[in-house]
């Protein structure tokens, strides 16, 4: 995943700092350059067996308490 390498020098971030939502077998090369992955709605087993975490849900919702613990306290006006 060469632009996941690019992305990564652009934004100075390590291969820990980033993190990859995908479905398919498409996406292994992606997984395999971010630091956390989730296979989401996924029906590739190959993609599941190389994930993080899995979501069989359809809902992005459904992310947030797989993602949360990774994530700092959120902030701003619209969490007043």
Request: glycine letters at 6%; proline letters at 9%; one cysteine or more.
């Amino acid at each position: 995943a060469v632009w996941v390498e690019n992305a990564r020098q652009t934004f100075q971030a390590r291969r820990e700092e980033t993190f990859a939502v995908g479905d398919s077998s498409g996406d292994i090369p992606m997984f395999r350059a971010c630091g956390f992955s989730i296979a989401f709605n996924c029906h590739s087993p190959q993609l599941e067996s190389i994930a993080t975490a899995c979501s069989p849900s359809k809902n992005l919702r459904d992310l947030i308490p797989i993602l949360s613990p990774y994530l700092g306290p959120l902030e701003g006006p619209e969490m007043i």
